[in-house]
Protein backbone atom coordinates (compact mmCIF):
# COMPACT_ATOMS: atom_id res chain seq x y z
CA UNK A 1 0.00 0.00 0.00
CA UNK A 2 1.14 3.88 -0.91
CA UNK A 3 0.15 7.09 0.76
CA UNK A 4 1.23 10.60 0.63
CA UNK A 5 1.23 12.85 3.69
CA UNK A 6 1.82 16.61 3.08
CA UNK A 7 2.67 18.50 5.89
CA UNK A 8 1.17 22.20 5.48
CA UNK A 9 3.79 24.85 7.42
CA UNK A 10 2.17 27.80 6.20
CA UNK A 11 -1.38 26.21 7.63
CA UNK A 12 -1.03 26.68 11.39
CA UNK A 13 -4.20 25.50 13.20
CA UNK A 14 -3.97 27.02 16.76
CA UNK A 15 -1.60 25.55 19.93
CA UNK A 16 -2.46 22.51 20.88
CA UNK A 17 -3.55 22.98 24.57
CA UNK A 18 -1.76 21.30 26.81
CA UNK A 19 -4.63 20.33 28.77
CA UNK A 20 -5.92 18.01 25.50
CA UNK A 21 -3.47 15.33 27.66
CA UNK A 22 -5.66 15.57 30.59
CA UNK A 23 -6.63 12.55 32.64
CA UNK A 24 -9.70 11.62 35.07
CA UNK A 25 -9.66 9.72 38.60
CA UNK A 26 -12.89 9.11 40.06
CA UNK A 27 -13.56 7.41 43.49
CA UNK A 28 -14.50 4.53 41.40
CA UNK A 29 -12.90 0.46 41.98
CA UNK A 30 -9.48 0.92 42.30
CA UNK A 31 -8.84 4.56 41.02
CA UNK A 32 -8.23 6.15 44.16
CA UNK A 33 -7.61 3.54 47.18
CA UNK A 34 -5.15 0.91 45.70
CA UNK A 35 -4.47 3.05 42.96
CA UNK A 36 -2.70 6.60 43.53
CA UNK A 37 -3.22 5.83 47.41
CA UNK A 38 -2.27 3.34 49.63
CA UNK A 39 -2.32 2.05 53.29
CA UNK A 40 -4.64 3.16 55.21
CA UNK A 41 -5.88 6.12 58.35
CA UNK A 42 -2.82 7.77 58.88
CA UNK A 43 -0.49 6.17 57.45
CA UNK A 44 -2.41 6.71 53.66
CA UNK A 45 0.16 7.83 51.17
CA UNK A 46 0.38 8.53 47.53
CA UNK A 47 1.84 5.21 45.58
CA UNK A 48 5.44 6.28 44.62
CA UNK A 49 5.47 4.17 41.23
CA UNK A 50 2.26 5.30 40.30
CA UNK A 51 3.52 9.65 40.94
CA UNK A 52 7.07 8.70 39.08
CA UNK A 53 5.21 6.96 35.92
CA UNK A 54 2.31 10.09 35.79
CA UNK A 55 5.09 12.21 36.17
CA UNK A 56 6.94 10.93 32.66
CA UNK A 57 3.89 11.50 30.14
CA UNK A 58 3.42 15.04 31.57
CA UNK A 59 -0.09 15.46 32.82
CA UNK A 60 -1.42 18.83 32.55
CA UNK A 61 -4.65 18.66 34.31
CA UNK A 62 -6.57 15.54 36.39
CA UNK A 63 -10.11 15.73 36.87
CA UNK A 64 -11.97 14.74 40.08
CA UNK A 65 -13.68 12.89 42.20
CA UNK A 66 -15.85 11.92 39.42
CA UNK A 67 -17.75 11.40 37.41
CA UNK A 68 -20.77 9.97 38.46
CA UNK A 69 -19.66 10.27 42.01
CA UNK A 70 -19.24 13.68 41.67
CA UNK A 71 -22.87 14.48 42.58
CA UNK A 72 -22.96 12.17 45.54
CA UNK A 73 -19.90 13.73 46.80
CA UNK A 74 -19.75 16.24 49.94
CA UNK A 75 -16.56 17.84 50.09
CA UNK A 76 -16.41 18.55 54.03
CA UNK A 77 -16.61 14.56 53.94
CA UNK A 78 -13.49 14.35 53.04
CA UNK A 79 -11.27 16.87 55.19
CA UNK A 80 -9.98 17.16 58.80
CA UNK A 81 -8.28 14.53 60.67
CA UNK A 82 -8.55 11.18 58.64
CA UNK A 83 -10.36 9.34 61.65
CA UNK A 84 -12.95 11.75 62.16
CA UNK A 85 -14.05 11.79 58.60
CA UNK A 86 -17.61 9.84 58.37
CA UNK A 87 -17.85 6.66 56.03
CA UNK A 88 -20.36 6.63 53.30
CA UNK A 89 -21.46 4.28 50.58
CA UNK A 90 -20.89 5.02 47.45
CA UNK A 91 -24.01 4.39 45.80
CA UNK A 92 -22.87 4.30 41.98
CA UNK A 93 -20.00 2.28 41.95
CA UNK A 94 -20.28 -1.11 44.08
CA UNK A 95 -21.79 0.21 46.66
CA UNK A 96 -18.67 -0.12 48.40
CA UNK A 97 -18.07 2.16 51.85
CA UNK A 98 -15.91 5.36 51.18
CA UNK A 99 -13.45 5.90 53.83
CA UNK A 100 -13.47 9.67 52.82
CA UNK A 101 -9.42 9.43 53.53
CA UNK A 102 -8.61 10.74 50.08
CA UNK A 103 -9.80 14.35 49.84
CA UNK A 104 -9.46 17.65 48.83
CA UNK A 105 -5.96 18.18 50.11
CA UNK A 106 -4.61 14.30 49.59
CA UNK A 107 -5.81 15.60 45.77
CA UNK A 108 -3.87 18.58 45.91
CA UNK A 109 -0.62 16.93 46.93
CA UNK A 110 -1.36 14.36 44.33
CA UNK A 111 -1.58 16.82 41.71
CA UNK A 112 1.58 18.65 43.09
CA UNK A 113 3.63 15.68 43.37
CA UNK A 114 2.74 14.84 39.12
CA UNK A 115 2.76 18.41 38.10
CA UNK A 116 -1.06 18.57 37.25
CA UNK A 117 -4.01 21.51 36.93
CA UNK A 118 -6.61 20.16 39.59
CA UNK A 119 -9.45 20.18 38.32
CA UNK A 120 -12.79 19.63 41.08
CA UNK A 121 -16.50 18.55 39.55
CA UNK A 122 -18.51 19.75 41.71
CA UNK A 123 -21.69 18.00 42.95
CA UNK A 124 -24.91 19.58 41.39
CA UNK A 125 -26.98 16.29 41.36
CA UNK A 126 -27.67 15.95 45.38
CA UNK A 127 -25.48 18.87 46.51
CA UNK A 128 -26.24 23.03 46.68
CA UNK A 129 -25.07 25.88 45.16
CA UNK A 130 -23.85 26.56 48.93
CA UNK A 131 -21.70 24.03 49.33
CA UNK A 132 -19.92 24.64 45.87
CA UNK A 133 -19.24 27.78 46.93
CA UNK A 134 -17.99 26.93 49.99
CA UNK A 135 -15.74 24.28 48.40
CA UNK A 136 -14.52 27.13 46.44
CA UNK A 137 -13.64 29.44 49.47
CA UNK A 138 -12.26 27.01 51.15
CA UNK A 139 -9.61 25.50 48.85
CA UNK A 140 -8.80 29.47 47.28
CA UNK A 141 -9.60 32.09 49.42
CA UNK A 142 -6.51 34.22 50.73
CA UNK A 143 -7.98 35.74 53.65
CA UNK A 144 -9.36 35.26 57.16
CA UNK A 145 -12.61 33.30 56.67
CA UNK A 146 -13.82 30.90 58.71
CA UNK A 147 -13.31 28.30 56.02
CA UNK A 148 -9.90 29.50 55.10
CA UNK A 149 -8.68 29.33 58.68
CA UNK A 150 -10.41 25.69 58.55
CA UNK A 151 -8.10 24.74 55.35
CA UNK A 152 -5.31 26.50 57.56
CA UNK A 153 -5.81 24.19 60.30
CA UNK A 154 -5.69 21.41 58.28
CA UNK A 155 -2.69 21.97 57.11
CA UNK A 156 -3.07 24.55 53.67
CA UNK A 157 -2.58 28.20 54.99
CA UNK A 158 -1.75 28.85 51.21
CA UNK A 159 -4.65 29.15 49.19
CA UNK A 160 -4.79 26.06 46.72
CA UNK A 161 -6.33 28.18 43.67
CA UNK A 162 -8.20 25.70 42.02
CA UNK A 163 -9.00 27.19 38.27
CA UNK A 164 -10.90 24.47 36.71
CA UNK A 165 -14.30 23.68 38.61
CA UNK A 166 -16.98 21.45 36.53
CA UNK A 167 -20.56 22.31 37.71
CA UNK A 168 -22.01 19.05 37.52
CA UNK A 169 -21.37 15.44 35.28
CA UNK A 170 -23.10 13.88 33.33
CA UNK A 171 -26.34 15.58 34.33
CA UNK A 172 -28.87 13.89 31.74
CA UNK A 173 -27.82 10.68 33.79
CA UNK A 174 -26.41 10.03 36.94
CA UNK A 175 -25.84 13.79 38.04
CA UNK A 176 -29.74 14.27 38.54
CA UNK A 177 -31.42 13.17 35.09
CA UNK A 178 -32.15 16.85 34.53
CA UNK A 179 -33.45 17.94 30.90
CA UNK A 180 -31.44 20.40 29.32
CA UNK A 181 -33.53 22.83 30.41
CA UNK A 182 -33.40 21.66 33.75
CA UNK A 183 -29.58 21.36 33.77
CA UNK A 184 -29.32 25.10 32.27
CA UNK A 185 -31.88 26.42 34.94
CA UNK A 186 -29.80 24.81 37.81
CA UNK A 187 -26.36 25.65 35.65
CA UNK A 188 -27.22 29.16 35.73
CA UNK A 189 -28.26 29.44 39.96
CA UNK A 190 -24.95 27.20 40.87
CA UNK A 191 -22.46 29.42 38.49
CA UNK A 192 -23.79 32.98 40.09
CA UNK A 193 -21.99 31.74 43.18
CA UNK A 194 -18.93 30.25 42.49
CA UNK A 195 -16.61 33.48 42.32
CA UNK A 196 -13.19 34.58 42.44
CA UNK A 197 -12.84 34.39 46.13
CA UNK A 198 -9.56 36.68 45.36
CA UNK A 199 -7.40 34.19 43.78
CA UNK A 200 -8.02 33.95 39.75
CA UNK A 201 -11.52 33.98 38.66
CA UNK A 202 -12.61 30.03 38.28
CA UNK A 203 -13.17 28.92 35.20
CA UNK A 204 -16.85 26.96 34.78
CA UNK A 205 -17.36 24.06 33.18
CA UNK A 206 -20.96 22.93 32.02
CA UNK A 207 -21.77 19.49 31.26
CA UNK A 208 -21.95 18.79 27.76
CA UNK A 209 -24.10 15.92 25.98
CA UNK A 210 -23.56 11.95 25.82
CA UNK A 211 -21.67 11.27 21.95
CA UNK A 212 -22.75 14.06 19.68
CA UNK A 213 -26.25 14.50 21.06
CA UNK A 214 -27.05 17.41 19.28
CA UNK A 215 -30.39 17.73 20.62
CA UNK A 216 -28.90 18.26 24.31
CA UNK A 217 -26.52 20.98 23.35
CA UNK A 218 -28.96 22.99 21.40
CA UNK A 219 -31.44 22.93 23.93
CA UNK A 220 -28.84 23.86 26.57
CA UNK A 221 -27.59 26.66 25.38
CA UNK A 222 -30.89 28.08 23.98
CA UNK A 223 -32.35 28.01 27.78
CA UNK A 224 -28.80 29.07 29.55
CA UNK A 225 -29.10 32.36 26.70
CA UNK A 226 -32.58 33.19 26.79
CA UNK A 227 -32.23 36.49 25.65
CA UNK A 228 -30.22 37.30 29.22
CA UNK A 229 -26.77 36.60 28.25
CA UNK A 230 -24.89 33.33 29.08
CA UNK A 231 -23.76 34.32 32.33
CA UNK A 232 -20.48 32.24 33.84
CA UNK A 233 -19.47 29.76 31.60
CA UNK A 234 -15.93 28.96 29.93
CA UNK A 235 -16.08 25.40 29.30
CA UNK A 236 -18.45 22.99 27.82
CA UNK A 237 -18.07 19.26 27.93
CA UNK A 238 -19.37 16.49 26.18
CA UNK A 239 -18.19 13.06 27.03
CA UNK A 240 -17.89 10.29 24.31
CA UNK A 241 -16.65 6.90 25.28
CA UNK A 242 -15.66 4.20 22.52
CA UNK A 243 -18.32 2.00 23.68
CA UNK A 244 -17.92 -1.69 23.77
CA UNK A 245 -19.80 -3.02 26.69
CA UNK A 246 -22.28 -5.00 24.39
CA UNK A 247 -19.31 -7.04 23.22
CA UNK A 248 -20.06 -6.20 19.61
CA UNK A 249 -16.20 -5.94 19.14
CA UNK A 250 -15.29 -8.42 21.21
CA UNK A 251 -13.61 -7.94 24.95
CA UNK A 252 -10.78 -6.13 26.12
CA UNK A 253 -7.88 -9.11 24.69
CA UNK A 254 -10.23 -11.13 22.78
CA UNK A 255 -11.44 -9.85 19.06
CA UNK A 256 -11.42 -11.19 15.27
CA UNK A 257 -9.89 -8.60 12.74
CA UNK A 258 -12.83 -7.14 12.22
CA UNK A 259 -13.48 -6.59 15.44
CA UNK A 260 -10.57 -4.74 15.74
CA UNK A 261 -11.30 -2.35 13.07
CA UNK A 262 -14.81 -1.68 14.13
CA UNK A 263 -13.49 -0.45 17.38
CA UNK A 264 -11.37 1.75 16.03
CA UNK A 265 -13.63 3.38 13.30
CA UNK A 266 -16.14 3.84 16.42
CA UNK A 267 -12.88 5.61 18.08
CA UNK A 268 -12.76 7.92 14.83
CA UNK A 269 -16.32 9.26 15.14
CA UNK A 270 -14.70 11.48 17.65
CA UNK A 271 -14.19 13.98 15.23
CA UNK A 272 -17.78 14.14 13.73
CA UNK A 273 -18.80 15.09 17.63
CA UNK A 274 -16.25 18.05 17.86
CA UNK A 275 -16.78 19.17 14.54
CA UNK A 276 -20.88 18.77 14.77
CA UNK A 277 -21.23 19.90 18.94
CA UNK A 278 -19.02 23.20 17.60
CA UNK A 279 -20.99 23.99 14.79
CA UNK A 280 -24.12 24.48 17.24
CA UNK A 281 -22.13 26.18 19.65
CA UNK A 282 -21.14 28.20 16.96
CA UNK A 283 -24.42 29.43 16.34
CA UNK A 284 -24.43 30.52 20.34
CA UNK A 285 -21.03 31.82 21.17
CA UNK A 286 -19.25 32.49 17.56
CA UNK A 287 -16.27 34.19 18.81
CA UNK A 288 -15.59 31.14 20.57
CA UNK A 289 -15.18 32.23 24.04
CA UNK A 290 -16.81 28.71 25.71
CA UNK A 291 -13.86 26.27 25.09
CA UNK A 292 -14.61 22.54 24.13
CA UNK A 293 -13.64 19.69 26.24
CA UNK A 294 -13.73 16.58 25.94
CA UNK A 295 -14.57 15.57 29.92
CA UNK A 296 -14.36 11.61 29.25
CA UNK A 297 -13.29 10.11 26.80
CA UNK A 298 -11.41 5.94 25.85
CA UNK A 299 -12.39 2.28 25.66
CA UNK A 300 -14.85 0.86 27.81
CA UNK A 301 -14.87 -3.04 27.40
CA UNK A 302 -17.20 -5.63 28.70
CA UNK A 303 -16.58 -6.59 32.42
CA UNK A 304 -13.64 -8.63 33.15
CA UNK A 305 -14.45 -12.04 34.47
CA UNK A 306 -13.89 -12.64 38.06
CA UNK A 307 -13.50 -8.63 38.57
CA UNK A 308 -15.79 -6.86 40.49
CA UNK A 309 -18.18 -5.70 37.32
CA UNK A 310 -18.34 -2.66 39.11
CA UNK A 311 -15.15 -1.29 39.22
CA UNK A 312 -14.80 -1.06 35.20
CA UNK A 313 -11.00 -2.79 35.34
CA UNK A 314 -10.18 -3.49 31.91
CA UNK A 315 -6.60 -4.94 30.40
CA UNK A 316 -5.44 -2.45 28.12
CA UNK A 317 -3.74 -4.13 24.64
CA UNK A 318 -2.23 -2.40 21.34
CA UNK A 319 -5.79 -1.96 20.25
CA UNK A 320 -6.68 0.59 23.25
CA UNK A 321 -3.36 2.00 22.24
CA UNK A 322 -4.26 2.91 19.10
CA UNK A 323 -7.59 4.27 20.05
CA UNK A 324 -5.43 6.69 22.24
CA UNK A 325 -3.52 7.67 19.11
CA UNK A 326 -6.07 8.17 16.69
CA UNK A 327 -8.32 10.42 19.28
CA UNK A 328 -5.12 12.37 20.32
CA UNK A 329 -4.57 12.74 16.77
CA UNK A 330 -7.94 13.99 16.28
CA UNK A 331 -7.67 16.35 18.91
CA UNK A 332 -4.22 17.63 17.59
CA UNK A 333 -6.31 18.13 14.42
CA UNK A 334 -8.52 20.13 16.04
CA UNK A 335 -6.74 22.36 18.23
CA UNK A 336 -8.77 25.44 17.45
CA UNK A 337 -11.75 23.89 19.13
CA UNK A 338 -11.15 21.43 22.27
CA UNK A 339 -9.07 23.26 24.89
CA UNK A 340 -8.85 19.99 27.33
CA UNK A 341 -9.45 16.00 27.00
CA UNK A 342 -9.29 13.71 30.25
CA UNK A 343 -8.84 10.03 29.33
CA UNK A 344 -10.93 8.02 31.69
CA UNK A 345 -9.14 7.06 33.69
CA UNK A 346 -5.96 6.88 35.01
CA UNK A 347 -5.19 3.88 36.95
CA UNK A 348 -7.03 0.46 36.90
CA UNK A 349 -10.05 1.76 35.73
CA UNK A 350 -11.70 1.36 32.15
CA UNK A 351 -8.69 2.82 29.94
CA UNK A 352 -5.78 3.01 32.17
CA UNK A 353 -2.70 4.44 31.67
CA UNK A 354 -1.37 2.54 34.22
CA UNK A 355 -2.41 -0.68 36.32
CA UNK A 356 -1.25 -1.74 39.85
CA UNK A 357 -1.47 -4.53 41.87
CA UNK A 358 -0.45 -3.77 45.77
CA UNK A 359 2.41 -1.07 45.21
CA UNK A 360 3.24 -2.95 41.93
CA UNK A 361 3.08 -0.38 38.85
CA UNK A 362 3.34 -1.51 35.06
CA UNK A 363 2.43 0.70 32.23
CA UNK A 364 -0.15 0.02 29.49
CA UNK A 365 0.18 0.33 25.88
CA UNK A 366 -1.97 3.29 26.09
CA UNK A 367 0.63 4.87 28.50
CA UNK A 368 3.19 4.93 25.80
CA UNK A 369 0.97 6.59 23.37
CA UNK A 370 0.87 9.43 25.81
CA UNK A 371 4.90 9.35 26.32
CA UNK A 372 4.99 9.09 22.42
CA UNK A 373 2.76 12.42 21.28
CA UNK A 374 4.43 14.77 24.32
CA UNK A 375 5.83 16.62 22.11
CA UNK A 376 2.56 18.41 21.07
CA UNK A 377 1.92 19.37 23.97
CA UNK A 378 2.13 23.34 23.83
CA UNK A 379 3.22 22.93 20.02
CA UNK A 380 1.72 24.76 17.10
CA UNK A 381 -0.38 22.24 15.15
CA UNK A 382 -0.27 22.04 11.39
CA UNK A 383 -2.41 21.09 8.86
CA UNK A 384 -1.68 17.86 7.38
CA UNK A 385 -3.02 16.37 4.03
CA UNK A 386 -3.12 12.67 3.87
CA UNK A 387 -3.86 10.43 0.51
CA UNK A 388 -4.15 6.95 1.87
CA UNK A 389 -6.08 4.41 1.12
CA UNK A 390 -8.94 2.99 2.79
CA UNK A 391 -9.13 -0.66 4.85
CA UNK A 392 -12.76 -2.61 4.37
CA UNK A 393 -14.10 -4.79 7.17
CA UNK A 394 -17.46 -6.54 8.17
CA UNK A 395 -18.91 -4.45 10.99
CA UNK A 396 -21.64 -4.92 13.28
CA UNK A 397 -24.29 -2.70 10.54
CA UNK A 398 -22.76 -3.46 7.60
CA UNK A 399 -19.58 -2.80 5.62
CA UNK A 400 -17.08 -0.68 7.36
CA UNK A 401 -13.99 1.11 6.32
CA UNK A 402 -10.95 3.31 8.25
CA UNK A 403 -8.32 5.21 6.85
CA UNK A 404 -5.12 3.06 5.86
CA UNK A 405 -3.24 6.11 7.93
CA UNK A 406 -4.01 9.29 9.37
CA UNK A 407 -2.19 11.20 12.19
CA UNK A 408 -1.42 15.33 13.11
CA UNK A 409 1.80 17.31 13.01
CA UNK A 410 3.08 20.04 15.22
CA UNK A 411 5.91 22.50 15.34
CA UNK A 412 7.99 23.77 18.02
CA UNK A 413 11.59 25.36 17.68
CA UNK A 414 12.04 24.03 14.17
CA UNK A 415 11.20 20.70 15.16
CA UNK A 416 8.15 18.74 13.91
CA UNK A 417 6.78 16.38 15.38
CA UNK A 418 4.09 13.66 12.93
CA UNK A 419 2.34 10.84 14.58
CA UNK A 420 0.66 8.41 12.08
CA UNK A 421 -1.31 5.79 13.38
CA UNK A 422 -1.67 2.69 10.60
CA UNK A 423 -4.29 -0.05 11.87
CA UNK A 424 -3.51 -2.13 8.99
CA UNK A 425 -3.09 -5.75 10.26
CA UNK A 426 -0.23 -7.44 8.70
CA UNK A 427 -0.09 -4.21 6.14
CA UNK A 428 2.73 -2.01 6.41
CA UNK A 429 2.16 1.48 4.67
CA UNK A 430 5.03 3.04 1.94
CA UNK A 431 4.18 7.10 2.42
CA UNK A 432 5.73 9.58 0.85
CA UNK A 433 6.27 12.62 3.48
CA UNK A 434 6.89 16.19 2.33
CA UNK A 435 6.80 19.31 4.69
CA UNK A 436 5.88 21.62 2.27
CA UNK A 437 7.46 25.23 2.82
CA UNK A 438 10.59 24.44 4.54
CA UNK A 439 13.51 21.51 4.04
CA UNK A 440 14.56 18.66 6.56
CA UNK A 441 17.88 19.12 8.14
CA UNK A 442 19.75 16.62 9.89
CA UNK A 443 18.31 13.18 10.85
CA UNK A 444 14.82 12.16 11.20
CA UNK A 445 13.98 9.67 14.51
CA UNK A 446 11.59 7.42 14.39
CA UNK A 447 10.13 5.79 17.49
CA UNK A 448 7.09 3.16 17.09
CA UNK A 449 4.53 1.14 19.00
CA UNK A 450 3.62 -2.01 17.86
CA UNK A 451 3.50 -5.79 18.21
CA UNK A 452 3.10 -8.88 15.99
CA UNK A 453 0.00 -9.87 17.90
CA UNK A 454 -2.66 -7.45 17.97
CA UNK A 455 -4.04 -8.68 21.65
CA UNK A 456 -0.18 -7.90 22.84
CA UNK A 457 -0.77 -6.24 26.52
CA UNK A 458 1.37 -6.08 29.12
CA UNK A 459 0.95 -7.97 32.77
CA UNK A 460 3.35 -7.98 36.00
CA UNK A 461 4.76 -11.10 34.80
CA UNK A 462 5.69 -9.37 31.38
CA UNK A 463 5.60 -5.76 31.94
CA UNK A 464 7.47 -4.76 28.69
CA UNK A 465 5.26 -6.61 25.85
CA UNK A 466 4.52 -3.19 24.30
CA UNK A 467 6.96 -0.99 24.68
CA UNK A 468 8.08 1.89 22.32
CA UNK A 469 11.24 1.04 20.03
CA UNK A 470 14.22 2.24 20.68
CA UNK A 471 14.38 5.77 18.31
CA UNK A 472 16.09 4.98 14.85
CA UNK A 473 17.45 7.39 12.48
CA UNK A 474 16.01 7.76 9.34
CA UNK A 475 17.63 9.11 6.53
CA UNK A 476 16.71 12.01 4.71
CA UNK A 477 17.40 15.18 3.07
CA UNK A 478 15.32 18.02 1.55
CA UNK A 479 11.98 18.30 0.30
CA UNK A 480 10.68 14.91 0.43
CA UNK A 481 11.03 11.78 1.96
CA UNK A 482 9.75 8.07 1.89
CA UNK A 483 8.89 6.21 4.70
CA UNK A 484 7.16 2.78 5.73
CA UNK A 485 5.03 2.39 8.75
CA UNK A 486 4.68 -0.72 10.00
CA UNK A 487 1.56 -2.70 9.86
CA UNK A 488 -0.85 -2.05 13.52
CA UNK A 489 1.46 0.62 14.56
CA UNK A 490 1.48 4.03 15.81
CA UNK A 491 4.90 6.24 15.24
CA UNK A 492 6.16 9.46 15.80
CA UNK A 493 8.03 10.81 13.33
CA UNK A 494 10.54 13.94 14.80
CA UNK A 495 12.17 16.17 11.84
CA UNK A 496 14.52 18.88 12.22
CA UNK A 497 13.76 21.92 9.53
CA UNK A 498 16.07 24.60 8.00
O1 LIG B 1 -15.81 6.91 33.87
C1 LIG B 1 -16.82 6.12 34.38
C2 LIG B 1 -18.18 6.83 34.35
O2 LIG B 1 -18.52 7.10 33.03
C3 LIG B 1 -18.24 8.17 35.00
O3 LIG B 1 -18.44 8.11 36.38
C4 LIG B 1 -19.41 8.81 34.34
O4 LIG B 1 -19.29 10.21 34.27
C5 LIG B 1 -19.44 8.16 32.98
O5 LIG B 1 -20.67 7.64 32.68
Redesign the pocket.
Known amino acids: MAATIDILLDEPIATIDPNVYGH?A?H?GECIYDGVWTGEGEAGRLVEGVVAALRRVRPAVLRWP?????DDYHWQDGIGPVANRPRRINI??GEVVESNEFGTHEFVRLCRAIGAAPYFCGNVGSGSPRELRDWVEYCNFPGDTAWSALRAANGDPEPFNIHYWGVG??SW???GNFTPEEYAAHYRRFSTYLRDFGGDPPYLIACGP?RNDLDWTERFFTKLHEGRGFGRIHGYAP?Y?TSNRDGHAGTDTAYTDDQWYALLAQATEMEALIVGQRAVMDRFDPERKIGMIID?WGT?HPPTPGRNPRF?WQQNTLRDALVAALSLDIFGRHADTVVMANI??TVN??QALLLTEGERVITTPTYHVYDLYAPHQGAQALRVAIDAPTIGFAAPGGAGALAALTGSASLRDRILTLTVVNPGIGAPVEATITPRGAAVSGAIEETVLTHDDIHAHNTFDAPDTVTLSAPRAVTASGGTFTHTFASQSVTRLTIPLR
Open positions: FELGGCFAHWNEGCGNHYEWLAQVL
